[in-house]
């Protein structure tokens, strides 16, 4: 009798029947990429997303955005910041901080509780919109909604949205502070608290407004904080407005592994000649180029156009309907290069850029380090080639002695391998899952698919992009246009005499003191 009731319980199953994994299997998941990742997002201690004891639902939404395994900035802040305490995270560019934060975020969102449960606070507004993806995108079964707010849009729209149940708000500090002291967004049950790219958002434009908002959310609200580069700065928020928070350093190195840096010595008015140069040779999936100003980034775009080449601008005295236009239309592959002020060095994340160019020199290493971050993302390889000219030698000194990198002289010939993908179409695009954006995308692929030229359509110039010429983008993502690649398949031959530059820096006159280190965690 015991016997037989032995057996009967060991043929009986606790679960419903199914194995663990069956609702795995239901899930849609991206193409798988395989492209080369370095020990940057590689090197992990080995666990997995289940290891975290994460809800389904989320579970769902994170295989579903294509993660498949935890990278090391989120094995190391995912349990900690499930359990409420403070962080302060410090992880190199493009290696999932944003995940970092708003996994554990989401799973300590109640959905049921109709109340704001958490802010996410970011610089920019660009940075503002795709975060605020990344959450939709990876809470999408979780019923749990997400607003995003930023200054340039109407206030109007913002309270008709807070009328409704909002469970995280992603935004720039001025419009959410701006919500908050109306009453019109109600923090008080805000327990979570973060904000991504901190050491930006506690520079001195942005400190009086952070403290003003901390005072609407609850006492014990748990505080994180992320960013690549650490300055002192940070230390005297940690010490005033963090409770033992937990500090997790994963920069024993400053520049990602997979960037290759180069400089090109060039007069100021051969720049442009160069940057010719460098678009004829180069085999760019997408670029970003980086200007010092405003002024220069508009008089650069028109100047790329006059050469036949196509691209998009972008910089804050824009009209913040076609910044956002630019931002999403570029994220979606509709142009190859974009040319722009800092607004755009932070967070941004678009993995088909595999090319950075700084047409100018950047004035500070850690500018340097998210503009050049730009490329290479999640471990990717990616080309970082900075324009110098006599002024910047010894900037260009003082940041490689800071990074403690070598940037190096461009060679004659660049080899494909160190940032050429074999197969494109794989390269995940952006997470979009805002519905007027899908819409935009889709009529695009429609147009691309059925002639290219239609995307010289005048309407599309109102958006801060300059197209046109014989190098306008043609074709969507199928392949690069014809003047930027023919001659790639000859590799990158350096012409001095053609681009106006020299491979070789001039010895510095006089070593400029180091100014502020980046690497103070
Ligand atoms: N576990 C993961 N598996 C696969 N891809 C991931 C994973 N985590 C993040 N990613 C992808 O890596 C890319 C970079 O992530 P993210 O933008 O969060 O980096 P970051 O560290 O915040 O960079 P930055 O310092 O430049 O802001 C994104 O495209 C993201 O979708």
Redesign the pocket.
């Known amino acids: 009798m015991a016997s037989e009731l032995v057996n009967k319980l060991e043929g009986t199953s606790l679960t419903d029947g199914s194995t663990n994994n069956d609702w795995k299997a239901g899930l849609k998941q991206p193409k798988r990429d395989g492209r080369e990742q370095t020990a940057d997002v590689t090197a992990t201690k080995g666990l997995e997303f289940e290891d975290f004891y994460l809800k389904r639902e989320l579970l769902m939404g994170i295989f579903e955005?294509?993660?498949?395994?935890?990278?090391p900035?989120?094995e190391e802040t995912i349990p900690v910041a499930l359990t409420g305490r403070d962080v302060l995270a410090r992880?190199?560019?493009?290696?999932?901080?944003?995940?970092?934060f708003v996994i554990p975020t989401l799973e300590r969102i109640n959905p049921k509780l109709e109340k704001t449960q958490a802010l996410l606070l970011v610089p920019t507004r660009e940075l503002a919109l795709q975060t605020s993806q990344?959450c939709k995108m990876l809470g999408k079964h979780l019923g749990i909604n997400v607003m995003v707010t930023t200054g340039g849009t109407g206030l109007k729209d913002d309270i008709m949205r807070l009328n409704d149940t909002v469970h995280i708000i992603v935004g720039t500090p001025g419009r959410i502070l701006d919500l908050a002291s109306k009453g019109v967004a109600d923090l008080s049950a805000a327990q979570t608290f973060v904000m991504?790219?901190a050491d930006k958002l506690l520079s001195p434009e942005f400190t009086v407004t952070i403290e003003q908002l901390l005072q609407f959310h609850p006492k014990d609200r748990q505080v994180m904080l992320?960013?690549?580069t650490f300055p002192i700065v940070v230390k005297a928020f940690k010490d005033k407005h963090m409770s033992d928070p937990h500090e997790i350093n994963l920069m024993d190195e400053l520049t990602l592994r997979g960037i290759t840096q180069y400089y090109a010595f060039v007069e100021e008015k051969q720049k442009v000649h160069c940057l010719n140069t460098l678009f004829s040779r180069l085999q760019i999936n997408q670029s970003i180029i980086f200007c010092n100003s405003t002024t220069r980034v508009e008089l650069l775009a028109k100047k790329i156009t006059e050469l036949g080449y196509s691209c998009f601008y972008s910089h804050a005295k824009m009209l913040q309907h076609h910044r956002n236009r630019v931002f999403h239309d570029f994220r979606n592959g509709a142009m190859r290069n974009l040319v722009c002020s800092d607004l755009l060095t932070?967070?941004?994340?678009i993995?088909a850029v595999n090319v950075v160019i700084n047409f100018d020199f950047p004035k500070n290493a850690e500018t340097y380090l998210?503009r050049i971050?730009?490329s290479g993302?999640?471990g990717h390889l990616g080309l970082a080639i900075n324009l110098i000219n006599w002024e910047d030698r010894f900037n260009l000194y003082r940041i490689e002695q800071e990074l403690g990198t070598e940037i190096q002289p461009i060679p004659s010939a660049i080899d494909k391998s160190l940032y050429v993908y074999d197969s494109p179409d794989s390269i995940?695009r952006?997470?979009n899952t805002a519905p007027q954006y899908k819409q935009q995308q889709q009529q695009q692929q429609g147009r691309q698919q059925g002639n290219g030229q239609d995307l010289q359509d005048p309407a599309n110039r109102t958006s801060g992009g300059f197209r046109g010429g014989r190098g306008g983008y043609r074709g969507g993502y199928r392949g690069p246009p014809r003047e930027q690649n023919q001659q790639n398949q000859n590799g990158y031959q350096g012409n001095q005499r053609q681009g106006g530059y020299q491979q070789q820096r001039p010895p510095p006159q006089q070593q400029q003191t180091a100014g502020q280190p980046v690497a103070q965690a």
């Open positions: 955005a294509g993660f498949e395994k935890p990278s900035i989120q992880a190199k560019n493009g290696t999932g901080k944003t995940a970092a990344v991504d790219e992320f960013s690549a932070r967070g941004i994340d993995q998210h971050g730009r993302r999640f995940p952006p997470i």
